[in-house]
């Protein structure tokens, strides 16, 4: 599936899931669930994110929104996963009491090695995978 989402109507409600690589469980810490909410809440108030109904899954986000501000539904998704996907990377990469921080680092790595365009950990956007797009 392509990593792009496809937003055919500009002002539609969309139902989106997106889900960690490998589908690791990282939410399963309420700090990286901390970070997935307030990146929607800021979404909310600054960026026109109309949210009707979410859900936040061990390895997964459910999301149904649409984009009642001027920038596009695709653009508004792509900005919130590239914030979410560097500070839920700089949060396990800092918290002391992270068990399984070499874990999941790793196989972030992985995923890098096979992405020629990026050196360490996923790029951003590519932390998470798309699972659905209706």
């Known amino acids: 599936m392509s990593r792009n989402y496809k937003f055919h ?17 990282v939410f399963t810490r309420n700090e990286y669930k901390k970070i997935i909410l307030d990146s929607l809440h800021y979404c909310q108030k600054e960026k026109g994110m109309e949210i009707f109904a979410w859900c936040i899954m061990s390895s997964h986000v459910h999301l149904v929104f649409r984009s009642s501000g001027e920038q596009k539904p695709e653009l508004l998704l792509g900005d919130f996963k590239r914030f ?15 068990s399984r921080k070499e874990f999941l680092l790793e196989h972030f ?26």
């Open 109 to 134: 790595q992985r995923v890098a090695n096979k992405t020629s365009n990026v050196n360490k950990y996923p790029a951003p956007a590519r932390l998470y995978r798309v699972v659905k797009n209706n």
């Open 9 to 25: 109507n500009p002002d539609g409600v969309y139902f989106v899931s997106f889900a960690i690589i490998e589908w690791l469980d």
């Open 84 to 98: 979410t996907s560097k500070a839920i990377v700089k949060a396990i990469i800092n918290n002391p009491q992270e």
